[in-house]
């Protein structure tokens, strides 16, 4: 898990035996174009197996495909960014939706159902216009940076990256990827999207 996230690779971690087989654990890119590295290498089939999830699993392949998974690998993913990042979200909506905060509502609601076999539902939200001024940063370290549009509270930590282009126009349009989340503060609950990813636009022209 640790290589495939400081390489943005899918990764296989594995060793030969004496029976001619390289056995050991692979590990994919849960946010990236290759959504199912499992799948992937299923379709080149060179395995003796593949065991377990999508993206972390077993594997074992005899040593003398290693060469060929290498030509498949190679001239499958030629054209893949592993290092974007991809969702595959749920519901898309403009952040002036009248249905939004019903929506966000609605799926926080049933959080304690989703897990590893019924993933957490994600939002595309687009078209969040911003002026300066009209987000906060805040934590310790100065890395969180939250605003309200709408009825509706956007948060991400760990936000360096988000707040240093921000801080590049007076007005910005927004569009990010998200969880469904409620906030609750001093008795009062808030519908709030839980920033995972965004793009920044020069705003200017969108007000």
Known sequence: MQLASRYQRPTIVARLNHEGYVRGSARGLNESELSSFKEFLNESNLFEYTAGHDNAF??????????????????????MDLSESAYDVNFERHAMDLDLVALILDIANYEHIYGQKNPEPLLYIDSINLKAGEWRVMGQKKDTVAWEKNGVKYIQFHATDLINELEKYPEVQLEVVGRATINEWMGSSTPQIMVKNYEVINGHLAF
């Not at 495909?65 to 690998?73: D, F, I, M, W």
């Open 58 to 79: 077993g594997i074992s392949i005899p040593n003398s495909n290693l060469t060929k998974l290498h030509e498949y690998a190679n001239d499958k993913l030629k054209d």
